[in-house]
């Protein structure tokens, strides 16, 4: 787009997250949607890289004949086989279709610094293929090959298709609807529900002192995902509140079903993938544990909850939170905080 000779300044007021009048998306000062930079700021302050984070425990382990049962070592090849191509999926979504129509430059700003935490994910599961001496090309197509996988991995990238379609536009109410339906699958459904059973799975084997290397990586990457799908929740609100009449009673309904939609494909990832249950967890409390957070989602965006159960799980909250307050800085070495240690 060729840039105007003009001594008019863009009316910050008309900046939007979709559609903004003031479509000159370079300008990231003055800002409107400040929470965007918010997370932007948090993200660099949670800097981490997962060759910073030793294997050498999990790699013992791994060979051990005692160390591990079969079932155990089964679960997490196959929560590894989902991981290491959905973060990739994630980062494709925000690449290729959503930064494309999103016109505050601020929420552009942040999503950049999200594609490169999935580039970071991404490459943690790789490491840890890597360092356990896992058959890569076996894991990396498990969501080829593995039925439940296959399901969860083909439920967003089919649902996104439409989005991704270069010919696709906002700025009329159906295209609108589209997009904000298609943020609610990225935001709700894949950062906030498809990868609940398999972080479950990593910090159980956690609290066994099991494979407490990719544990950490994975406390690392929830702390990381939980800012994805806050901004995304974030984002979906400010859409909410910049276009109401795209919150429709037909289209909260509409969300409402994905959702029910996404807790089926989730519990039966977990009942059918664990089929013998998972130390302590088995597929009722499974679902269980996947309604209890779809609810959560739900309520966060303004819909009514669904399921109205109680965490079965408690732990993983406390797992979490205790990833939120993980001091990276503390333990390591390379501060990327302070920086500048570099001689010329
Ligand atoms: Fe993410």
Redesign the pocket.
């Known amino acids: 787009m060729p840039i105007e000779f003009t001594y008019e300044r863009p009316d910050v007021n008309a900046r939007k997250i979709i559609n903004g009048e003031d479509q000159d998306v370079v300008q990231l000062e003055p800002m409107k949607h400040t929470f965007a930079w918010d997370y932007y700021n948090t993200g660099n302050a949670n800097h981490w890289l997962p060759t910073e984070i030793g294997m050498q425990k999990d790699v013992e382990q791994w060979k051990s004949p005692t160390a591990l049962t079969e079932d155990e070592r089964h679960a997490f090849e196959t929560v590894l086989g989902f991981f290491t191509t959905a ?1 990739s999926i ?2 494709n979504n ?1 690449v290729m279709a959503f930064y494309n129509h999103i016109t505050s430059p601020e929420c552009r700003l942040y999503l950049l610094r ?1 594609a490169y ?2 580039a970071i ?1 991404t490459h943690a599961y790789q490491y840890m293929v890597e360092s356990l001496g896992l058959d890569s090309g076996r894991i990396f197509n498990m969501y080829r090959e593995h039925e439940q996988i296959y399901d969860k991995a083909s439920f967003i990238v089919t649902f996104n298709e439409g989005i991704f379609d270069k010919d696709f536009q906002t700025g009329d109410f159906e295209s609108d609807q589209k997009f904000l339906e298609n943020l609610c699958v990225a935001a709700l459904v ?2 906030g529900i498809f ?1 609940y059973s398999a972080f479950a799975v990593i910090l159980a084997l956690q609290q066994q002192n099991k494979m407490v290397g990719s544990a950490e990586q994975i406390q690392y ?1 929830m702390r ?2 939980s ?3 806050n901004f995304g929740i974030d984002m979906i609100n400010t859409i909410k509140e910049e276009q109401p009449e795209l919150w429709t009673e037909d289209f909260q309904q509409r969300i409402i079903n994905i959702i029910h939609e996404a807790v089926d494909i989730e519990s039966n990832f977990a009942a059918n993938a664990f089929p013998k249950g998972f130390m302590g967890m088995n597929a009722a409390g499974f679902r269980q544990y996947v309604e209890y957070i779809a609810d959560r989602r739900l309520s966060r965006i303004g819909l009514p909850v669904q399921f109205n159960v109680n965490n079965p799980f408690p732990w993983m909250s406390e797992a979490i939170d205790l990833s939120k307050e993980k001091n990276f800085f503390e333990t390591r070495v390379t501060e990327y905080q302070v920086g500048g240690t570099l001689d010329w």
Request: glycine content about 0%; proline content about 0%.
């Open positions: 973060d994630a980062a925000i999200q935490e999935e994910h894949l950062e990868f990457i990381d995902e800012n994805h799908l």
